[in-house]
């Protein structure tokens, strides 16, 4: 099981601005995939953004042209910056990583909030 570190989250104005960021750890293989999911009240966790180790990505509508998605493969490190916030967008976020072995772990979720 790979162990993951959320930070980033937090209360943003309309328009504004975050970057969250996620770290693996504890994996015995490689870490092929890497995302981030979100889960709003009273909603199912959706897809947000992924990427792959050779750099392939992939987003959710709601996020294209907003949020960008990147990797550092070398220390197995997820960020998600996300540019031109919506109270939409508002939800609990959660990393996501999958071995080579296919075998998922989830973080613990960090909160955004965009609110005026």
């Known amino acids: 099981q790979v162990q993951l570190v959320e930070s980033g989250g937090g209360v943003v104005q309309p328009g504004g601005s975050l970057r969250l960021s996620c770290a693996a750890s504890g994996s015995r293989f490689r870490v092929n995939l890497m995302g981030w999911y979100r889960q709003a009240p009273g909603k199912q966790r959706e897809l947000v953004a992924t990427?792959?180790?050779?750099?392939?990505?992939n987003y959710a509508d709601a996020v294209k042209g907003r949020f960008t998605i990147s990797r550092d493969n070398a220390n197995n490190t997820v960020y998600l910056q996300m540019n031109s916030l919506k109270p939409e967008d508002t939800a609990v976020y959660y990393c996501?990583?999958?071995?080579?072995?296919?075998?998922?772990?989830w973080g613990q979720g960090t909160q955004v909030t965009v609110s005026s």
């Open positions: 996501y990583a999958m071995t080579m072995t296919s075998i998922g772990s």
């Open positions: 990427i792959r180790s050779g750099g392939t990505t």
